[in-house]
């Protein structure tokens, strides 16, 4: 959700990061500040984004973060896995005993 969250809006603080979510989520995702900054260092610490320091829309000083080239990679890898999980997870829900005579 990070990764595409920066893919889609362009470079963002932690904040807008965790504001998005929730908002393209419909409200159904919370995102704790407390998880969302160890997720940003670890993607950090591995490539997939980058960052540097700016100034918020509120003239806050902020970390902006925005995705590498490896970041691109990674989302493209992980969206496909995802779709694989879904469409299986879609035909185990459609099953019916029928279905496997």
């Known amino acids: 959700m990070v990764l595409k969250t920066i893919d889609v809006l ?7 990061i965790a504001r998005r979510i ?3 989520s ?3 995702l919370a995102v704790n500040q407390g998880t969302l900054y ?22 806050r000083r902020a970390r902006f973060y925005r ?5 691109r990679r ?4 992980e ?10 997870m ?6 019916k005993a029928e279905d496997l005579t």
């Not at 362009?10 to 807008?16: I, S």
């Open 38 to 59: 160890p997720v940003l260092l670890k993607l950090e610490q591995e490539g997939a984004i980058d960052s540097a320091w700016g100034t918020s829309d509120n003239n």
């Open 22 to 24: 929730e908002q393209i």
């Open 10 to 16: 362009g470079p963002l603080h932690g904040y807008g």
């Open 67 to 71: 995705l590498t080239v490896a970041g």
């Open 90 to 95: 879609d035909r185990f829900i459609a099953v």
């Open 26 to 28: 419909g409200d159904l």
């Open 79 to 88: 969206a496909h896995a995802w779709a694989q999980t879904k469409a299986l």
């Open 74 to 77: 990674r989302l493209r890898v």
